[in-house]
């Protein structure tokens, strides 16, 4: 997928390149049912927010000052775990979001596992606050 005669848009499936170019999910929410943070060793950064309604996903929106691919993999997480119960989120492996996008170049499959390792510790930070709920009293934010 890289070279001389290399095409962008041709080189890539329809679902890696609405996951790559999409915004819809570019925000930063200031009191998340769930937050989590990793940086990768290519330095790049995702912050993911959870929003629930009940026991699922209402809303998954992130940040990220990634490549285009950590872009793509943070839309898919998204994709794949909106509406979906709490639990089910847990089961998102980077392998299933390598597989969604269909062309994720391999050289960047630590952006799947950056964006879906952002998404247990937003899960993770989710159960605690549902565990132990007067813990809010004390946090800042």
């Given at each position: 997928?890289?070279?001389e005669?290399?095409?962008?848009?041709?080189d890539?499936?329809?679902?890696?390149l609405?996951?790559?170019?999409r915004?819809d999910?570019?925000e930063e929410?200031?009191?998340?049912?769930?937050?989590?943070k990793?940086?990768?060793?290519c330095?790049?950064t995702?912050?993911?927010?959870?929003?629930?309604d009940?026991?699922?996903i209402?809303?998954?929106?992130?940040?990220?000052?990634?490549c285009?691919?950590?872009?793509?993999?943070g839309?898919?997480?998204?994709q794949?775990?909106?509406?979906?119960?709490?639990e089910k989120?847990?089961?998102?492996?980077?392998?299933?979001?390598?597989?969604?996008?269909?062309t994720?170049?391999?050289?960047?499959?630590h952006?799947?596992?950056?964006?879906?390792?952002?998404?247990?510790?937003a899960?993770?930070?989710?159960?605690?606050?549902l565990?132990t709920?007067?813990?809010?009293?004390?946090?800042k934010?």
């Open positions: 997928m890289t070279g005669n290399s095409d962008f848009w041709e890539h499936s329809l679902n890696y609405e996951m790559a170019l915004s999910h570019h929410i200031l009191s998340p049912d769930g937050y989590g990793k940086t990768g060793d330095r790049d995702i912050e993911m927010f959870l929003m629930l009940g026991d699922r209402k809303h998954l929106a992130f940040t990220t000052d990634g285009l691919n950590t872009n793509a993999c839309n898919t997480v998204a794949l775990v909106e509406g979906q119960p709490v989120a847990w089961e998102v492996t980077p392998e299933q979001v390598a597989a969604y996008l269909e994720l170049p391999a050289d960047h499959f952006c799947a596992e950056l964006a879906v390792g952002a998404l247990y510790l899960l993770a930070d989710c159960r605690d606050k565990q709920p007067w813990k809010q009293i004390y946090r934010g």
